[in-house]
């Protein structure tokens, strides 16, 4: 009785110290981690938008079967040593500010027995831009609202592609100077661009039908098209103007406005 007392003892004592074992093996398999979100440069509502997550093993131990949750969606780290970079794709449903808060981090390493599960804070903000709603844009053309008066002049454009440079003349904007050549030439010279490929098109809300979310959709898909034209695209938004200007960067900053609109 004694010896099957005693065979009875050693197998729990064995199976608790592998659960001790297995928890603190989990707990430094996840504490090793550091982990940063990388944002995509353009995230549009309703659309996928891969989001990097950068992985760095802290210490020289390697890291093992680990699951990297943001919202809903999972990533997998079979084995880390060093650093990696992992894609975890999200769609968000509305355009506007989100957060992503936290990071979850889970593992059944090593032995399978217990799911070990961390939150890691991160609070990155970012922008979603509205979804771009396919629609019909020949009439912002065909009805002239290139008729306006813009910074821009007809064979002149600071966002394309640049032809050479120039005398600095007062007024031209600091961000187009050509810092090297002043640099060799010790006096200032402004970047020539190519000319735009369009008229100056100035797009407001009214000019689309539906309720306001469509009305948005398809005044972004408007700027994109318009500007993967090369016309110099403004915005009207209430009492916002934006002038019609050209670029990748120009055409963000109406994103953003349309993104965060609230109808007055």
């Known amino acids: 009785m004694n010896t099957g007392n005693n065979l009875l003892f050693l197998i729990v004592s064995f199976l608790l110290s592998i659960m001790a074992l297995s928890g603190i093996v989990s707990f430094f398999n996840q504490k090793n981690i550091e982990l940063s979100i990388l944002l995509p440069k ?10 990097r997550i950068r992985a760095k093993n802290k210490y020289f131990f390697g890291l093992f079967l680990l699951r990297i949750k943001v919202f809903n969606e999972e990533a997998v780290i079979s084995y880390l040593k060093g650093e990696k970079i992992f894609i975890v794709n999200l769609t968000f449903p509305e355009r506007g500010k989100h957060t992503i808060n936290e990071i979850i981090i889970s593992s059944y390493f090593p032995f399978y027995f217990f799911r070990r599960t961390r939150a890691l804070p991160v609070n990155l903000e970012f922008t979603v831009f509205p979804y771009p709603l396919k629609c ?7 009805e002239g609202k290139a008729k306006i008066d813009s910074t821009i002049s007809k064979g002149k454009s600071y966002e394309g592609e640049v032809t050479g440079v120039r005398a600095y003349s007062h007024g031209d904007p600091l961000k187009y100077i ?3 050549a002043t640099a060799k030439t010790s006096s200032l010279k402004t970047k020539e661009f190519s000319p735009p490929a369009g008229n100056p098109v100035v797009v407001n809300l009214s000019d689309f039908s539906g309720n306001l979310e469509e ?17 110099p695209i403004g915005l009207k938004l209430d009492n ?10 120009h055409l963000r900053r109406m994103l953003y406005a349309l993104a965060v609109y609230k109808s007055k």
Request: hydrophobic fraction near 40%; avoid cysteine.
């Open 240 to 249: 916002e103007f934006y002038p019609p200007e050209t670029g990748h960067s």
């Open 178 to 180: 050509h810092w090297k």
């Open 136 to 142: 019909d844009i020949s009439f912002l053309i065909a």
């Open 215 to 231: 009305k948005i959709s398809k005044t972004t898909y408007a700027l994109i098209e318009l500007t993967k034209m090369g016309n």
């Open 42 to 51: 353009d995230i549009f509502a309703l659309r996928p938008a891969s989001f």
